[in-house]
């Protein structure tokens, strides 16, 4: 038996509205919001925190 890990199935991937794809800009915006916190952000937190960000910089 192999030692690797197979890959997902498709439902392991869950529901794809759960996945957020980010600008490295916004990935930053939320690192260090998650650094500033000292915890994982929630969802509906970096989701604020996006909204914010991209009203901030003029694309909201």
Do not use: C, W
Not at 5 to 27: I, W
Not at 34 to 58: N, T, V
């Amino acid at each position: 038996m192999p030692d690797s890990t197979p890959p997902p199935d498709d439902d392991d991937l869950g529901d794809l509205d759960n996945l957020m794809f980010l600008s490295p800009e916004q990935y930053e915006v939320l690192l260090k919001a998650r650094e500033e916190q000292g915890h994982d952000l929630s969802r509906a937190q970096a989701e604020e925190i996006l909204a914010a960000f991209e009203k901030q910089s003029g694309r909201g």
